[in-house]
């Protein structure tokens, strides 16, 4: 029986089930949180469908991601296509109410593709050999004969499912990511220099091929990436990688989008954390939704900031809530060594972790270990024995939890002041000219974030192509080394309607293009940061600033890089402790409009920086009581859906911990009490409240 979209609600609202709303095409709004897990049953060593399926019902399990792993089974033979294994799991999994997330196989192509067209695979140079097979996501995205199978096997996939009612959305491939040379790409390359700049005067202008007598007189003089070192050749080329990622699950959100439902959505899932050899952001842009997969740190170094760091940043990427479609559930690893399974509650707490953040739903990877291949050890829900154990018990005691509270808790909103600026193109710049071996821009970035994360402010991330800095207090920019002048005036603006900025070392430096700009640095910021240098040196050892101005004692430090800043009209407030460099400024402070410009010359010490940040925040009028809670208790906050405020207080630590609520009263959910103005609250070793505001 095929039911539409109004029969499945009225099915949905009768069984509790959460669905998501026949708006989901253009809101993606939930009307409670998903919880669940990746699904392999073709994995099981024995047949065990209906007890797997009747404990995950036990557990609180709404939804399952499915099909992503095995397109040998889809597809076992050239154009031969079978569905009864996964029929069976998808009609069983909705008969018990249970949702599916279901994925395209193409980021493991079957043995008999690989022999039969070996030249799929990707290449490490120009005219080398294809990579051996074995691994997964070692396909040429832009080849023409895997791009054929792809699409086949996801129209055959996607036709045969698209009116299962269990089925709410789609994955796109499997954290996808970049790395494509050879003669196709090379060629490629080209065609995309040709459209992005026209002509080859351009490029010899641009890229400054005088250089080295690298002149070109055609685009097919240009010599490929093996041996090239230009900059802007190099910067060029991981934006062409980017494009051809980008390009690849476009195309496969539009195959996909020809044929699914209006309530069913289009994610595809990248990899925890920061990415640097993908660009998520325009990624982002032709999806439905975004997906994440972080892993993170338990046992004595469970803080949270992993989660939130992967949290903030994909809520940012469409500013909108955002699915977790794996996290850890046991222990990880592709071997037997480095074997950590959580302490009792930290489960649960992750789950909560992820929900502060703006998630909308949490599965793990995966519901049952593995008793082969590479990720043997990488253990799901069950254990190799697949009985229920300590995980399964902690799961279902959060899953019975969100069943009943879960209404409350999605679609959380944030209104964040505070904004991290994060520029890909400044990453990739500095990393083919280092300021230093082992600190780079993520470096710096993380420093911010993790500053802010300690001082209990929450941040979004913003891009050069944000439209959205006016949201914003206070935007902090870690090396914004290749800028356009478009996007350097963006942030003069900014600061001119009254914004607050924090500049780091090295911005302005380089064009669009990696090519350093021939005005005195840091060039189109200069008078809104009220400086400029003409020199800088690296560090051999760190400096002290003079006087301790912050009163840190040996933390009171910078490190690896030193501009010789000139203040023209700002402020300097600190100046280096050294004979020669401590004439200059490290770190000043400028007003310019209605706004303010700080900027640091060097490389700040973790507890420095900590220190002139809460000044900042302090002078930006961002800091309150949130700022005087004990040291691991965290709080995170947003409106739900009925607009009310919902705030998540976190233990990270191994003892009790007692802090002042200092908010509007309101009912603590998890435990149904109430919290009175000023009452104490106090929470167990890596326990969480979560306090619904009156």
């Not at 940012?316 to 794996?326: A, D, F, G, H, P």
């Not at 909308?360 to 990877?365: A, E, H, I, M």
Request: glycine share 8%; aromatic share 12%.
């Amino acid at each position: 029986m095929i039911l539409n979209k109004h029969s499945i609600a009225i099915i949905a609202l009768i069984l509790g089930i959460g669905v998501w709303s026949s708006h989901a095409g253009e809101n993606y709004n939930l009307n409670t949180i998903l919880y669940g897990a990746s699904y392999y049953h073709e994995y099981m060593p024995y047949e065990r469908l209906e007890q797997d399926v009747q404990l995950m019902q036990k557990a609180g399990i709404t939804v399952v991601r499915l099909g992503e792993s095995t397109w040998s089974l889809w597809e076992p033979r050239d154009g031969e296509f079978e569905f009864a294994w996964m029929d069976r799991v998808i009609d069983r999994l909705h008969k018990a109410g249970i949702k599916v997330i279901l994925g395209t196989p193409t980021y493991s192509v079957p043995p008999w593709m690989y022999h039969k067209h070996p030249e799929i695979y990707r290449k490490l140079s120009v005219n080398g050999e294809p990579t051996p097979y074995g691994m997964r996501q070692e396909a040429n995205l832009s080849n023409p004969a895997f791009r054929f199978y792809c699409e086949r096997v996801i129209r055959q996939i996607v036709n045969h499912y698209k009116d299962h009612p269990a089925i709410i959305g789609y994955q796109v491939d499997n954290e996808t990511h970049t790395g494509f040379n050879g003669r196709d790409n090379y060629l490629n390359f080209l065609d995309y220099l040709k459209e992005k700049y026209g002509t080859v005067e351009k490029i010899n202008q641009i890229w400054g091929l005088n250089y080295w007598g690298q002149t070109i007189n055609s685009f097919a003089e240009l010599a490929p990436r093996d041996g090239m070192v230009n900059p802007g050749y190099k910067l060029d080329w991981e934006r062409f990688q980017h494009k051809i990622t980008t390009d690849f699950l476009a195309w496969q959100a539009g195959i996909v989008r020809e044929y699914k439902r209006p309530d069913q959505f289009i994610c595809h899932n990248f990899v925890g954390g920061l990415r640097t050899d993908v660009n998520q952001y325009d990624i982002a842009q032709t999806l439905d939704v975004v997906a994440v997969n972080p892993y993170t740190p338990v046992q004595d170094g469970q803080n949270g900031e992993d989660i939130a760091w992967s949290g903030d940043i994909n809520r940012s990427l469409k500013r909108n809530n955002y699915l977790v479609t794996e996290t850890n559930a046991q222990t990880i690893g592709w071997s037997s060594d480095g074997q950590f399974p959580p302490y009792d509650g930290q489960l649960r707490q992750n789950v909560y972790t992820h929900l502060a953040s703006g998630a909308n739903c949490v599965l793990y990877w995966h519901w049952h270990s593995l008793h082969y291949g590479q990720e043997t050890y990488w253990k799901g829900v069950l254990s190799h024995d697949l009985q229920p154990n300590r995980i399964y018990r902690e799961m279902s005691r959060t899953g019975a939890e969100l069943q009943r509270i879960g209404a409350n808790l999605v679609n959380l909103k944030k209104t964040n002041k505070v904004a991290i600026l994060f520029s890909l193109d400044s990453y990739h710049g500095l990393k083919y000219m280092p300021f230093d071996r082992q600190v780079d821009y993520q470096t710096i970035m993380r420093q911010f974030y993790s500053v802010l994360y300690q001082l209990n402010v929450e941040t979004d991330i913003v891009y050069p192509q944000s439209d959205n800095f006016s949201d914003y207090d206070l935007i902090l920019v870690p090396p914004l080394y290749i800028a356009s002048d478009e996007v350097l005036n963006k942030l003069t603006a900014f600061v001119d309607k009254g914004g607050r900025l924090l500049l780091s070392f090295k911005s302005g430096f380089c064009n669009e293009y990696s090519t350093v700009r021939w005005e005195m640095a840091p060039g189109p910021l200069r008078k809104a940061a009220g400086i400029s240098y003409q020199e800088f040196s690296t560090l051999r050892e760190p400096l002290p600033l003079q006087g301790d101005p912050w009163q840190l004692g040996d933390k009171n430090r910078v490190s690896v890089w030193a501009e010789l800043l000139i203040a023209e009209t700002a402020q300097p407030l600190a100046y280096y402790d050294h004979p020669f460099l401590g004439q200059f400024p490290a770190i000043t402070r400028n007003n310019y409009g209605k706004g303010v410009v700080y900027y640091q010359g060097a490389l700040l010490a973790d507890e420095l920086q900590r220190a002139v940040m809460k000044d900042i925040l302090a002078s930006a009028n961002l800091t309150g009581p949130d700022q005087d809670l004990p040291l691991g208790i965290i709080v995170k906050k947003g409106v739900n859906a009925q607009g009310k405020t919902l705030r998540y207080y976190f233990n990270f630590t191994d003892r009790e911990n007692t802090f002042t609520y200092p908010y509007t009263e309101g009912k603590e959910l998890l435990q149904q009490t109430r919290i009175e103005k000023n009452s104490s609250i106090t929470l167990k070793p890596w326990d969480v409240a979560i306090i619904l505001a009156d």
